[in-house]
T-cell receptor, first 116, second 112 residues
């Protein structure tokens, strides 16, 4: 199993450009999440999904959109990138709400995004 | 909503000496708590988790944490640091809906 994978690993954008980050998981997890990591602030939840076709806002959703068209994929979009969105982005997944390990999240390796 | 506070942003120890990374939590009920580790340029890896079965939790790589309700603490310890332990550590609390709230992180440096 590859676990949680993210593409791309690095990206540099100019202000106003758009891009999509792809997260894929092969563990058949229902829940998927997008976080951003900034120095001294830990990880903050951007958006999440509790199943195929569903999405919900997290703590810092402004400037981002997401889609979960397939259970194994969770896309994060930036329609008009801003320098404040320079960050490291992590995707995570977790199983459904039944069973012993349901609250453990599994993380991808991250995408480092720079907006100039 | 529940929250966690990591009391030190940086901790420096010598190889072979004990490690103590401090975390306090705020919760209106008995929380699920985690410690995650992030090595440089890597994703996050679960070290250990507390879910009320036992107050002393053992994790991977010789780490353990003790849940103390009276002190609202969940400190991470290791008896003897290795160079490979140098990383950033996050204390995390579980919130309803399978959502996690992260502390600000503690960067552990290990000197030879």
């Amino acid at each position: 199993n590859a676990g949680v994978t993210q593409t791309p690993k690095f990206r540099v954008l100019k202000t106003g450009q758009s891009m999509t980050l792809l997260c894929a998981q092969d563990m058949n997890h229902e829940y998927m999440y997008w976080y951003r990591q900034d120095p001294g602030m830990g990880l903050r939840l951007i958006h999440y999904s509790v199943g195929e076709g569903t999405t919900a806002k997290g703590e810092v959703p402004d400037g981002y959109n997401v889609s979960r068209l397939k259970k194994q994929n969770f896309l994060l979009g930036l329609e008009s990138a801003a320098p404040s969105q320079t960050s490291v982005y992590f995707c995570a997944s977790s199983p459904t709400s039944a069973g012993e390990h349901t609250d453990t999240q599994y993380f991808g390796p991250g995408t480092r995004l720079t907006v100039l | 909503a529940q929250s966690v506070t990591q009391l030190d942003s940086h901790v420096s120890v010598s190889e072979g000496t004990p490690v103590l990374l401090r975390c306090n939590y705020s919760s209106s009920y008995s929380p699920s708590l985690f410690w995650y580790v992030q090595h440089p340029n890597k994703g996050l890896q679960l070290l250990l988790k507390y879910t009320s079965a036992a107050t002393l939790v053992k994790g991977i790589n010789g780490f353990e944490a003790e849940f103390k309700k009276s002190e609202t603490s969940f400190h991470l310890t290791k008896p003897s640091a290795h160079m490979s332990d140098a990383a950033e550590y996050f204390c995390v609390v579980y919130n309803a809906g399978n959502m996690l709230t992260f502390g600000g992180g503690t960067r552990l440096m290990v000197k030879p």
